[in-house]
């Protein structure tokens, strides 16, 4: 049967009222978090969940932070105060910690205990700051998340840590589990005990387990997607577990499928815990995840790369074809390679799991609503995909380039009506030595870059933490760009040439972010295990705004993926560069509203007023606007 969306009348009778729908708020780590489909095949389960729910009643709020334990989400100012600043009565909070509570460099302690123990000691301090016990500061801070969640009218709910696909036999190992009994280590009486170990059963050690026992202590719903990932991965096979669900060479961090069958199970079990069970939807039929596409602002010209999944379960008939189609300025692929208009999926065994990339390019400024259609037989399933485009004519050129080609790193070479300053955290850099000349581009040899290391107080080397498998939020090369204070500055050309050296499992993040308190964090780029010695050209066209007077600040957070403790490995860089065009401000003309059940836009056309809804406009009187 084919299916009509028709959302006007709800939205015509509730925009009286200014109050929003309910908010589901998630907050935990990198199994979570958002991700750029253009920057990496990582996927958080965050990231799907918002599909499962009704959108005319519930939204998903996802602010799942890569690398965060549960102090460093705490104290974060760009994490939980700010989660704290979108929350409201009657929203729902979704707990989720553990990965980075394990810690890197002494496992299951409180780093705080191991910084306080290696002063004493007149030893080099931790230079990572992430790391609690299960059994005192992990509980500990899940209670505040709750008792403020809760003062603040909010539900709060717990949810265990998925599981790392740490297969061992046919079952996952106790650490991939959450479980440190195996090997943690200890302070008893000053002295460090290391290599610890608990018999089987004793959940002394267990993150999960602790996380149950506040739910308990504190009457908060406990859900166990721990156990229910367990059973996930393994109905799957270890082979098949890792190809399909994670990302390559990863056994903590989930790709699409995997990212969308966690935040699937999760749902389901929300709705078998009586959670929201109304508005909680497990669709039979092909669905689009997400239902909609919101590029927001963009620039003419430059394309937009986005995805999304086309799923199914238990399917009738149980194998079939999907046509799907595009519109006006957009192109649709299912390789990442081959772009085209239109484009056949097909599926069989009831099951459907196809992810759809989407390529969206604007040649005229003004808002753009455009639609993916996906149809098999009678079903038709429309994706739509809404954007903002922004001519760059008459904007004044701004740049600002760091040769680094000297120890201290020298001040950027700036063009236009702007500032820009490096600094580094918890970062070193090293040398800028002629008899490093040992780096390689293409055919280009015997080049000299500056080397940086960790450092744990910005001068000497420290070792790099052994374990790491993300980002560590402190640890960072900054640049920073500020915008003039009566012109707005649009981004649009991010450059540097990159390298490592002595290792080939050196890992970076490329994030952006606003102001001292580095808000609106966004990964616009990430490289994994790189090889030792070859300069990488990175060139990126983001769509980032600088609003006036304020400072946007590019990070480089690398991590050194290796299972020991290593000193010695450096990242290499150069000819760093940001480029944009300054203009004056202006209002845009649309403004977001909240209704009681859902949330759509305004927008000021030619002296009318109209409503925009997951792309579609329509006018007062119900009518839909082409």
């Known amino acids: 049967m084919r299916k009509i969306f028709s959302v006007f009348a709800a939205m015509l009778l509730c925009l009286p009222s200014m109050q929003g729908a309910i908010k589901v708020h998630t ?26 729910f009704d959108p005319a009643f519930v939204t998903v709020n996802n602010r ?19 989660v704290k600043t979108q929350m409201s009565a009657g929203d729902y909070l979704i707990i989720q910690f553990a990965h980075n509570d394990e810690g890197t460099v002494t496992y299951g302690m409180d780093n705080l205990e191991y910084a306080a123990y290696c002063e004493a000691n007149s030893l080099p301090a931790p230079s990572d700051a992430r790391g609690t016990n299960p059994q005192t500061t992990y509980r500990e801070m899940l209670g505040k998340f709750i008792d403020e969640a809760r003062e603040m009218g909010v539900t709060p709910i717990l949810v265990a840590p998925i599981c790392r696909a740490y297969f061992q036999g046919n079952d996952i190992r106790r650490n991939g589990q959450h479980d440190l009994g195996d090997k943690f280590s200890k302070i008893e009486n000053g002295v460090l005990y290391e290599n610890q170990s608990l018999p089987a059963g004793d959940s002394t050690m267990s993150y999960v387990h ?12 406990f859900i166990n ?10 109905s799957y096979g270890e082979a098949q577990c890792l190809a399909l669900l994670f990302c390559t060479g990863d056994k903590t961090h989930t790709n699409a499928m995997g990212g969308n069958l966690v935040a699937r199970t999760a749902a389901q079990m929300l709705k078998n815990a009586g959670i929201l069970a109304d508005h909680i939807n497990i669709p039979t039929d092909i669905t689009a995840n997400p239902a909609s596409i919101a590029i927001g602002e963009t620039y003419c010209s430059v394309p937009q790369n986005k995805e999304f999944l086309l799923t199914g379960y238990g399917l009738e008939p149980a194998a079939g074809t999907v046509s799907l189609r595009a519109t006006a300025n957009l192109l649709i692929s299912l390789d990442k390679e081959n772009y085209a208009s239109t484009a056949e999926a097909s599926y069989d065994g009831g099951s459907m799991f196809q992810k759809v990339f989407v390529r969206a390019n604007y040649a005229t400024g003004g808002e753009h ?83 940086f290391h960790n450092s744990a107080d ?169």
């Open 210 to 221: 602790a996380m149950r026992e506040v739910g308990k202590a504190k009457n908060v719903p």
């Open 458 to 626: 910005g001068s000497a080397r420290t070792p790099w933490p052994a374990g790491e498998i993300d980002e560590n939020a402190n640890r960072y090369l900054d640049f920073a760009i500020t915008a003039p204070v009566a012109m707005d500055v649009r981004i649009t050309r991010f450059a540097m040439e990159i390298a490592s050296d002595g290792t080939s499992t050196m890992c970076y993040h490329l994030n952006t972010g606003f102001g001292d308190e580095f808000t609106d964090v966004t990964t616009i780029a990430e490289r994994r295990n790189m090889t030792s010695r070859v300069i990488e050209h990175v060139e990126l066209t983001p769509t980032i705004t600088i609003p006036a007077g304020e400072t946007l600040h590019v990070r480089i957070l690398p991590w050194h993926d290796y299972g020991e403790v290593k000193d010695s490995k450096y990242i290499g860089l150069r000819n760093v560069s940001i480029e944009g065009m300054a203009f004056d401000p202006s209002m845009d003309g649309m403004e977001e509203v909240q209704t009681e059940k859902i949330q759509c836009t305004k927008i000021l056309r030619d002296g009318q007023l109209y409503l925009m809804y997951k792309g579609k406009i329509y006018n007062l009187q119900g009518s839909r606007v082409e």
């Open 27 to 52: 907050i935990g780590d990198s199994t979570m978090a958002e991700y750029d489909e253009s920057t990496t095949d990582k996927r958080g389960w965050g990231m799907y969940l918002g599909s499962f």
């Open 369 to 451: 609503l455009d639609t993916v259609y996906a149809t098999s037989g009678d079903y038709m399933l429309a994706i739509p995909v809404s954007a903002t485009a922004v001519s760059l004519d008459g904007g004044a050129a701004v740049s600002a380039t760091w040769a680094i080609n000297a120890k201290p790193v020298p001040a950027p070479v700036v063009e236009g009506p702007i500032s820009a300053e490096f600094t580094m955290s918890q970062m070193a850099c090293i040398d800028y030595n002629a008899a490093k000349n040992y780096f390689v581009d293409g055919d280009q040899t015997d080049i000299v870059l500056a080397r």
């Open 225 to 234: 997607l721990t156990e229910a990932t367990r059973q996930l991965y393994l």
């Open 64 to 82: 799942g932070k890569s690398g965060a334990d549960t102090r460093g989400f705490y104290s974060g100012a760009a994490y939980w105060p700010s």
